[in-house]
């Protein structure tokens, strides 16, 4: 796959709970170690937007990733094709150790000599991840959790991280480090991220490209400074 390849593409993406329809044919593109964004107010359809790429919710349309369908596959096997998943809410084992939760992240994996080194590269990322990796996630600050989540999931060794939300309910300093590690996670190690984020201007000064939902469809889309310059996204999502 070349460098400016489309690591995900997802074409006529149609997505449901129940009867119920939430995403009505959208169209969207995650570049080979890019990071692209989905805005929107609550209720546009972000969130169901990344549970259909995990083949969580029922769907309609193409999914393809590194040019082979997964649309219509267990969650278990796109997780094994190298897709990682960060739920809003971090969804950490609060009953297990810091350490335990690394070690359930990289179940799939058989390289067990490079798992160890992962460990470390995960301290490394989040010092105090190390200081804390004895206790039970349950007792871990609301950004240490966080924290958590974001190194189970690349423990998977993904090509695409999905993140729900990252920023939800962290003080803005704990944000800002986080924003700061996932570009250094995306520079370092080429992994492509699709990011949902209530925090438009944040989500755009990470990623390249974003699209904009409005009742499960795409009313927007370009490169995120193009995104970020445009006049009606500024009024209602940057708040100037």
């Known amino acids: 796959m070349s460098a400016n390849a489309n690591l995900l593409q997802v074409r006529g993406l149609h997505a449901q709970y129940g009867s119920t329809k939430v995403l009505h044919g959208i169209d969207f593109d995650v570049r080979q170690g890019g990071i692209t964004t989905i805005l929107g107010a609550n209720g546009a359809g972000k969130t169901t937007t990344l549970r259909a790429v995990c083949g969580m919710v029922r769907t309609q349309g193409e999914i393809l990733l590194a ?15 190298g897709v990682a998943h960060v739920p809003d809410g971090r969804g950490t084992f609060l009953n297990f150790t810091v350490e335990e939760n690394l ?7 058989a390289d067990r000599a490079q798992v160890q080194a992962d460990y470390e590269r995960m301290y490394n990322y989040f010092p ?11 007792t871990l600050s609301g950004g240490e959790q966080q924290m958590l989540a974001v190194s189970r999931a690349l423990m998977l060794k993904p090509r695409l991280l999905l993140l729900d939300e990252p920023s939800f309910g962290l003080a803005p300093l704990i944000v800002q480090e986080l924003f700061e590690i996932f570009r250094a996670i995306n520079q370092a190690d080429g992994i492509s991220m699709l990011l949902v984020e209530q925090n438009a201007a944040l989500a755009l000064k990470l990623a390249d ?3 904009l939902l409005e009742t499960g469809r795409v009313v927007l889309s370009g490169t995120a400074e193009s995104i970020r310059s445009d006049e009606s996204v500024r009024r209602s999502y ?3």
Do not use: N
């Not at 105090?128 to 039970?136: D, G, I, K, M, N």
């Open 103 to 109: 070690r359930i992240g990289a179940y799939t994996r």
């Open 238 to 240: 940057l708040g100037y």
């Open 128 to 138: 105090r991840l190390r200081e804390r990796r004895r206790q039970q996630a349950g």
């Open 209 to 211: 490209h974003a699209y």
């Open 67 to 81: 040019g082979d369908r997964i649309d219509g596959k267990a969650t278990e096997s796109i997780v094994r094709m």
